[in-house]
């Protein structure tokens, strides 16, 4: 049988590299997507708090693992602290909360979202509190740094509550400082990858450092046509007429494609759906076997082009140049 998971360093955990993405599940239907998704076959789950429905999220989970369909520890819990808990006083804190929420007693991954400290924003005044503070109109800073943020994410792994840690959205240059000075080294790193950006080097060399790779949004533009600057379209990965031609070759869909080239790469990947036709073809791709000639063409759709970006979303911030 094909092997469906990678092995993190330290702990040896078996993170399955075919995942479900939480992101814009709307509150109202995240319960059952997940119960759905868990019946499937999924079994890791990635959220955030960003994403405004861990305690719908938990709940699915919960209610699968009540009713027997699952045990906990078959299951790959993923979450992630926000920017504007970085600070050392915060991270403890916004944890707990984030573990509450989801009725869990431990993640099996925490990452930082992002490697950008903001101001701290009390929950009690928004939760999640997003990326400006109430009333601004740009980013506020906060001087929290990378290594004092790490430290407390270290802790928790000491403490078990999380039984790895890791990082999103950060480069090599930000991978090289913590590997500095980490006692724990990032397990993961969770970055955007598809055919138009497939970050061949960065994913090459944190290989080489025994952290494994996640690949969001691996269907390209899909979850950011509502968020580009106004006036401007994005043509679509899922409807590229190379992609459907190798699709039509293996009698699969275009989506099943473009996750299977991730694996192909040692990347897991993290497609979210709320249909459940989707969400069984997204989870049904061990078997597809792309060959040199369809490997070539989906190298070649390489533009660069990222959707993930805090510059794309008005926010003046050139986080990957
Ligand atoms: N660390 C980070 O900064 C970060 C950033 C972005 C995302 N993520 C994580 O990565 C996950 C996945 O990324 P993503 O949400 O950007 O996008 P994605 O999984 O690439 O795409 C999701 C979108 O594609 C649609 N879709 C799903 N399967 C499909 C299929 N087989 N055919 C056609 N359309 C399909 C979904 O619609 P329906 O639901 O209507 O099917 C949804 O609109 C997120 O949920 C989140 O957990 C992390």
Redesign the pocket.
Known sequence: MAVDYLTLDRTGDKMPLRGF?????EKKDAENTIYQAIKIGYRLF???CD?GNEVEVGRGINKAIKEGLVKREELFIVT?LWNTFHSKQHVRTAFDRQLKDWGLEYFDLY?I??PIPLQYVDPAVSYPPEWYVPHADKLNFERSPIHECWAEMEKLVQAKLTRNIGV??FNCQAILDLLSYSKIKPAVL???I?PLLPQERLVKWVQEQGIQVTA?????P???VDLCESGKTYSSL?ANADVKSIANKHNV????ILLRYALDRNIAV??????ED??K??LDILNIQLDQDDRKILNSLKTNQR??DPMIFGFGLPLFD
């Open positions: 993405g939480c992101w814009k599940i990635d959220g955030a994403y992630k990452l979202h992002f999103a959205n969770q970055i955007e598809h969001y949004s691996s269907f390209g899909t979850s950011y899922l869909n275009t989506g099943q993290i497609p979210k759906s709320v249909h989707r969400m073809s997204n959707f993930n």
